[in-house]
């Protein structure tokens, strides 16, 4: 499948792709491509101008440093799975980026072209979310930064705005006593989320002082499990708070769950407190 | 519009006006003539297209030719060196790693992959290495066979 026609411009610096978005009404900015691409394919997207950043030198690499993980958009999920950094400082993102896809699509996918794309099955919002991830933004005004919460705004829609450019992810580095991870049930082909679930906790002499539990594959937007992450709050992780906990999630749902023709509405909120467990269960594990 | 690129396929370097929205695989197969990377099914699921990107497999299927402008592709027909099978070909041949053949060019492509990463890998790492390519024919258990003989030849 061909997409429309349409102008290519590639960036060489940061400085660069604003200045040809601004000049550019209804240009799409191009990283990797695995989010892009396939909706040019599918005639989703046709855009008159395509704005290549994938060879942006400044929009690059990984850096932990003040508390905090530093990591550039286009940055690949590859490159964020095999991280020694991510893997201490934040154990549920890299553990779903190498989940995303296949390796061959890790290879060439981006964290900053997964989340500004938000697809409502991608795994990387709902772990952010529950990381509780900062976004850093370039556009006509300036800088500006955007906390996960008012991040992703709706199916497919951010607050990375028609003359922005999302340029780095800040994830706050591992606390003491905190443990996160991420479960998925996979689409087998796609490997997008029907069920994904991410949680995070921090435990304090035996007790879980904070939760969070962040879900994707089930609405618009990541699901936040309110009523669960309340229910681990003030317990010890066991087995039986744990699965007490992961049952409230159909309460955080509500009815706004989405079906498609491989998983029903139904079948993925009945789903949805088994990888809430499985979630909860690992972050616990790896609390420390 | 048209944009000059250029990209080196199998070590033949290709000077070429393009469209923005030719698919990579397209410039391989069409312009380059390399028809062993196949389009399965055009939405990088199944495989069928990988190939190397500088040296990391990618599925051309899912890539602009202009974003590989200046890049080397490694393609099924470069894998063999004068005349001689790399041991991933003599593997999926020996095992019969193969029914119809179709996924096996992406098939070995990826497995180069996993290779590269991971030089010895379990089974179930074959497995996980492979999920990005599929057998319609669902001949898995000879291709994890042919890759953990490759494994084995390689690190010889």
């Avoid at chain 1, 992703?152 to 003491?176: Q, S, W």
């Avoid at chain 1, 769950?257 to 949805?272: K, M, P, Q, T």
């Avoid at chain 2, 497999?57 to 890049?71: E, I, N, P, R």
Wanted: charged share 15%; with cysteine; net charge positive.
């Amino acid at each position: 499948m061909y997409a429309s026609n349409f102008n290519y411009l590639r960036a060489g610096t940061l400085a660069e792709a604003s200045a040809l978005l601004q000049k550019n009404p209804g240009a799409k900015v191009l990283a990797g491509g695995h989010s892009l691409i396939p909706l040019m394919k599918l005639r989703l997207a046709s855009p008159t101008v395509v704005i290549d950043i994938g060879r942006v030198p400044e929009l690059r690499g990984i850096s932990l440093s003040g508390g905090a993980l530093t990591i550039g958009a286009l940055t690949t999920h590859a490159e964020l799975a095999a991280s020694a950094a991510v893997q201490d400082a934040a154990q549920a993102l890299s553990e779903a980026a190498g989940h995303v896809g296949d390796p061959a699509v890790r290879n060439r996918g981006t964290i900053g072209g997964n989340v500004a794309h938000a697809d409502p099955a991608s795994d990387l919002p709902a772990v952010l979310t529950a990381l509780g991830a900062t976004f850093h933004i370039t556009g006509p005004g300036g800088r500006r930064s955007v906390q996960a919460s008012d991040f992703f705004k709706g199916m497919m829609n951010t607050a990375v705005g028609e003359h922005d450019i999302l340029t780095t992810i800040e994830v706050p580095a591992r606390a003491a006593g905190q443990g996160s991870a991420y479960a998925k049930f996979e689409h087998p082909a796609s490997r997008y989320a029907v069920v994904g679930v991410a949680a995070c906790v921090i435990v304090n002499g035996g007790t879980c002082v904070a939760a969070s539990i962040v879900l994707c594959g089930l609405t618009s937007t990541p699901a936040r499990a309110k009523s669960g992450e309340q229910a681990l709050v003030g317990q010890a992780l066991t087995r039986e708070t744990i699965a007490a906990a992961a049952g409230k999630v159909g309460t955080d749902l509500g009815s706004d769950v989405l079906g498609d023709i491989f998983a029903s509405a139904e079948y993925r909120a009945a789903v949805a407190p088994v990888y809430v467990r499985r979630a909860v269960e690992a972050a616990a594990s790896r609390a420390r | 519009m048209t944009v000059r690129i250029s990209i080196t396929v199998n070590g033949r370097r290709f000077d070429r006006d393009v469209e923005p929205r030719q698919l990579l695989v397209h410039f391989i197969r069409d312009l380059g003539g390399f028809t062993g990377t196949k389009i399965g099914c055009d939405t990088s699921q199944c495989g069928s297209c990988t190939v190397l990107l500088d040296g990391v497999a990618m599925k051309s299927c899912t890539c602009l030719a202009v974003q590989a402008d200046g890049s080397e592709v490694i393609t099924i027909e470069g894998l063999a060196k004068e005349g001689q099978l790399h041991p991933l070909q003599e593997a999926f041949w020996n095992k019969h790693g193969l029914q119809c053949g179709f996924c096996t060019p992406g098939m070995i492509m990826a497995s180069h992959e996993l290779l590269r990463t991971n030089p010895k890998p379990t089974d179930d790492a074959i497995r996980h290495g492979l999920a990005g390519n599929l057998c319609r024919c669902t001949g898995y258990q000879n291709i994890v066979r042919a890759v953990r003989e490759a494994a084995t030849a390689m690190a010889k």
